[in-house]
């Protein structure tokens, strides 16, 4: 994958998504569909599709599953490596937090008024929470649900797409620097929609692919990915709960 079908594999999907919630969010919102479902379909409806061109892609070929999407295990040692990186990159995440914010003053950064609050730079987290996502929290065990099916997509499609099937063709490219080529562009490219946050998503979007390239495995992305996201519940099930 050379540097044009690069940036077209990240470049595209981006843009799709920032045009979704630019243009599209509005729109969907006017048809009365729930705010949760709406923001799930800007963002991981383009994704879907993307994933879909790629398992037809390997539908083709003669490779193993697991060697076309670079699922190889991780040893004991590699896997208490990926446990600290988690640490590394939710401490990283925590110290930037405060350019979140400071981003959003300037002029082309600024959060949209209606945007939802899962990617708003003034999301404050107390528990219990009362609403998300437009979601009255208290006694809805929907909302649990519904999050276990944004986070299996969310770390199926990106894992699979950005570490499992990009990154490896990337590296017969960019060889050693392949994981900072797609940490960069999965933060810029696929974030820009929420552009304020690229600062503090570094330490993910670098620790991430950089750990995938070492390994050759998407199991680096999947446990730091999918334990960063999965702390949404330790808010989630309190306020339901209550």
């Known amino acids: ?20 919630f630019t243009w599209g969010f509005n729109s969907l919102i006017e048809l009365n569909l729930p705010v949760h479902w709406v923001t799930f379909i ?24 697991k060697e076309f999407f670079w699922i190889n295990k991780l040893n004991k040692r590699q896997l208490l490596i990926v446990l600290g990186a988690f640490l590394i990159a939710q401490v990283g995440e925590l110290l ?37 996502l437009g979601m009255n929290l208290s006694g809805n ?20 797409l950005w570490r499992g099937y990009a990154l490896p063709r990337m590296e017969m490219y960019f060889h050693k620097w392949a994981w900072l080529v797609n940490g960069i562009l999965w933060n810029i490219s696929i974030h820009y929609f929420m552009r304020w946050s690229i600062i503090t998503l ?6 991430v692919p950089y750990l995938s390239q070492r390994y050759k495995s998407i199991w680096p992305g999947v446990i730091i990915h999918g334990l960063g996201n999965l702390l949404i519940y330790v808010v989630l099930i309190p306020s339901v709960i209550r």
């Not at 570094?202 to 620790?207: G, N, Y």
């Open 202 to 207: 570094l330490p993910v979007t670098l620790i």
């Open 96 to 132: 930037l937090s405060f350019t979140t914010p400071l981003l959003a003053t300037l002029q082309g950064f600024r959060v949209p008024d209606y945007f939802p609050d899962i990617f708003r730079a003034d999301l404050t987290i107390e528990i219990p929470l009362e609403t998300f």
């Open 1 to 20: 994958m050379d540097f044009k079908k690069t940036l077209l594999f990240f470049g595209i999907p981006g843009l799709v998504i920032f045009s979704m």
């Open 141 to 160: 065990y929907y909302s649990l649900f519904f999050f276990a099916i944004w986070l299996t997509v969310n770390i199926g499609c990106e894992e699979i």
């Open 42 to 65: 800007c963002l991981w409806i383009p994704l879907l599709i993307l994933l879909s061109i790629v398992l037809m892609e390997f539908k083709k070929s003669d490779i193993d599953f």
